[in-house]
């Protein structure tokens, strides 16, 4: 059954056999190798497709907190320009407050100014009504030694009188 062409001879109960030993073979390692190696492959692709599912998730989930967060910064940037809105208005108040206090100070010190100045308004007509009196006497001590009579004497009284009269108004 085997024919022989030149150097090489052809058995054919040997090629059956390398055809049979192929295939069991290729079923062992289909079984033992391809199995695994393609259960393995499925599970790294199950994987893969996961890990982008998750990542998608968290994809949304950031954009979700970005939104959230925005909306935070806004309600805070809204409350802090209240809060300046609100201490400026109690800084204009305060501002308005001092001005009140500065004007009735000084109007205090206008109104002391003044009572000081009558004050030394009078003291002054004081003095000078002491000075007048003074000369007055002086110059009456001087009459006196001129003997006047009784008329003369009771004319010069009435007029330093309405003098001193004029002085005070």
Do not use: C
């Not at 409350?79 to 501002?95: K, L, Y």
């Not at 009078?122 to 009456?140: N, P, R, S, V, W």
């Not at 009771?154 to 009269?165: A, F, H, S, T």
Request: hydrophobic share 45%; charged share 30%.
């Amino acid at each position: 059954m085997g024919g022989e062409v030149g150097l090489v001879s052809i058995q054919w109960w040997s090629i059956i056999m390398q055809i049979v030993n192929t295939l069991i073979l290729f079923a062992a390692v289909s079984y033992f190798l391809f199995k695994p190696v393609s259960k393995m492959l499925q599970d790294r692709k199950n994987k893969i497709a996961g890990d982008l599912e998750d990542a998608e998730k968290t994809k949304i989930e950031a954009e979700e907190l970005k939104v959230a967060y925005q909306q935070k910064i806004d309600v805070a940037k809204g409350e802090a320009g209240q809060i300046i809105a609100e201490a400026t208005r109690r800084g204009d108040v305060r501002r308005a407050e001092i001005v009140q206090e500065a004007e009735q100070e000084a109007k205090r010190i206008l109104e002391r100014a003044n009572l000081e100045v009558q004050r030394e308004k009078a003291k002054a007509m004081d003095q000078l009504k002491d000075d007048m009196i003074e000369i007055a006497l002086a110059a009456a001590a001087s009459i006196i030694q001129k003997n006047l009579d009784s008329q003369e004497h009771e004319k010069l009284v009435q007029q330093y009188i309405e003098e001193m009269g004029d002085i005070h108004v």
